[in-house]
């Protein structure tokens, strides 16, 4: 059973600082990328950022020299350290692994698992 397991979010005023955490566990074989999505109340699902197994980062637009994107492979977690953060960063903030995975008749099989999410508000 692979588990993805978000934390870190809270309350912060705009210009404030908060960094997510997010913990994969399970039969992992490999993760191939991890990103970051996000839910602002009304709004659509939307990538926040992504890093893939080689390193390479991308981020929404409007995150773009405020968010940081990175992964600790020995503890099969990713981090989302967010700065300078604006009203409109408010939302639920979700994990997302591209895994290869072990099945039970220890097959490799590939998929994308999500985690619970954790909520972000930043107060004006």
């Known amino acids: 059973q692979v588990q993805l397991v978000e934390s870190g979010g809270g309350l912060v005023q705009a210009g404030g600082s908060l960094r997510l955490s997010c913990a994969a566990s399970g039969s992992i074989f490999r993760i191939n990328a991890m990103s970051w999505y996000r839910q602002a109340p009304g709004k659509q699902r939307e990538l926040v950022a992504t890093?893939?197994?080689?390193?390479?980062?991308n981020y929404e637009d409007s995150v773009k020299g405020r968010f940081s994107i990175s992964r600790d492979n020995a503890r099969n977690t990713v981090y989302l350290q967010m700065n300078s953060l604006k009203p409109e960063d408010t939302g639920v903030y979700y994990c997302?692994?591209?895994?290869?995975?072990?099945?039970?008749?220890?097959?490799?099989?590939?998929?994308?698992?999500w985690g619970q999410g954790t909520q972000v508000t930043v107060s004006s």
């Open positions: 997302s692994a591209d895994l290869t995975i072990r099945t039970v008749a220890n097959l490799r099989a590939r998929g994308e698992y």
């Open positions: 890093i893939t197994s080689n390193d390479i980062t």
